[in-house]
C-alpha cells in the first residue's frame, strides 16, 4: 500500500458525518484541533498523521503477517512440535474457546515455540537504520557525527554463545530445567532494545501468542503431498529490511 496515495484518496473522499476508519478518524481529530485552536495541533500535522498511519500498517503489520507466515511454514516442517502444541492447547484450553491472553502463564510449550519462532525467523534482521547525532565512543570504536548505525540482531540470534544449536529450530531454547519459559534470555532482541524499542513489543507478543495457539487449536499443516524432503523456506530477497518468506503451498486441515 502506497501510504502517500491513499492519504490523498482519504482527503478527497472525507466526509467528517461519515467517517469510515482510523485515517478519516485522525483526519477529524486533525479538524476539531483546528477549529478548537487546541495546542494538540502541534501533534496532528500531516507528518504525524502519515507516520501514525505507517506505524500501524508497516511497523505494526507486515512484521506481524510475516512472522505468522514463518509460523505456519515452520510447523509444517516440525510436525512434531507442531503436535505438542495442538495437545498443550487441547489440554488447557479445550476446544469450546479461543486461546485467550490470560491462558499465556498456562501455556508454556507454545509460548516457547512462538519465541523461538521470532528468534528463529528474526523478521526484522537489522531492525530500523539508525544514525549518530554526535561523534560516539562505543567499546573501543569511535563512531562520527551522521554515521548509520544498524543492531545486527540476526547474528545475535544465531550466535553459539547464546543458544546451544542456533540453526536449529528448537523450542527447548527457551524453557528452563523445570519446565518455565525463558522470558528474555540473553542474545534474544527481536524487538531490538533501547530508546527506540519496539513501540508494540508487548501488543505483539499478546497479538501472536492469541493467533499463533489458535492457528494450532484449529488446524494441522501439513507439506503437500510429494513435497516433502523438498520443502524448503527461501527469503524474499526483494523486501529489504524485513526477512519475508517466498510464496510456499501449504495444506491446512480443520482438527475438529
Ligand atoms: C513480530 C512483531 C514485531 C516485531 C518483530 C517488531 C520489531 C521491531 C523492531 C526491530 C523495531 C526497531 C527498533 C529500533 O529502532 O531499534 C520496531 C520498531 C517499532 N515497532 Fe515493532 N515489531 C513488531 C510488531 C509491532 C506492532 C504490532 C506494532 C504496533 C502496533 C509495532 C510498532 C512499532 C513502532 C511504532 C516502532 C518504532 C519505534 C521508534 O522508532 O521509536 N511493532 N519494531
Not at 525467523?121 to 557525527?145: C, F, R, W
Amino acid at each position: 500500500m502506497e501510504l502517500g496515495k491513499e492519504m490523498t484518496a482519504h482527503k478527497e473522499s472525507y466526509d467528517s458525518e461519515d467517517v469510515k476508519d482510523l485515517i478519516d478518524c485522525l483526519m477529524k481529530e486533525q479538524e476539531n484541533a483546528i477549529a478548537e485552536g487546541s495546542a494538540k495541533v502541534d501533534s496532528l500535522t500531516e507528518t504525524h498523521l502519515l507516520q501514525t498511519v505507517s506505524d500501524l500498517f508497516q511497523a505494526g503489520t507486515d512484521t506481524t503477517t510475516t512472522t505468522l507466515h514463518w509460523a505456519v511454514a515452520l510447523m509444517a516442517q516440525h510436525p512434531e512440535i507442531q503436535q505438542k502444541v495442538a495437545e498443550e492447547v487441547d489440554r488447557v484450553v479445550g476446544r469450546d474457546r479461543p486461546p485467550s491472553v490470560e491462558d499465556r502463564g498456562q501455556l508454556p510449550y507454545t509460548e516457547a515455540c512462538m519465541y523461538e519462532m521470532l528468534r528463529y525467523s528474526t523478521v526484522a534482521p537489522v531492525g530500523v537504520v539508525h544514525a549518530t547525532m554526535e561523534d560516539v565512543a562505543l567499546g573501543n570504536y569511535m563512531i562520527p557525527k551522521d554515521t548509520w548505525v544498524m543492531v545486527n540482531q540476526w547474528a545475535i540470534h544465531f550466535n553459539e554463545k547464546h543458544w546451544d544449536e542456533p540453526t536449529k529450530f528448537k523450542p527447548e531454547h527457551f524453557l528452563d530445567e523445570s519446565g518455565g519459559v525463558r522470558q528474555h534470555p540473553e542474545g534474544f532482541l527481536p524487538f531490538s532494545f533501547g530508546r527506540h524499542v519496539c513501540l508494540g513489543e508487548s501488543f505483539a507478543k499478546a497479538e501472536i501468542f492469541i493467533l499463533f495457539s489458535w492457528l494450532f487449536q484449529q488446524y494441522t499443516f501439513s507439506i503437500p503431498p510429494g513435497h516433502e524432503g523438498k520443502f524448503e523456506l527461501k527469503l524474499d530477497s526483494s523486501t529489504g529490511l524485513v526477512n519475508q518468506l517466498l510464496e510456499y503451498d501449504i495444506v491446512a486441515k480443520k482438527r475438529f
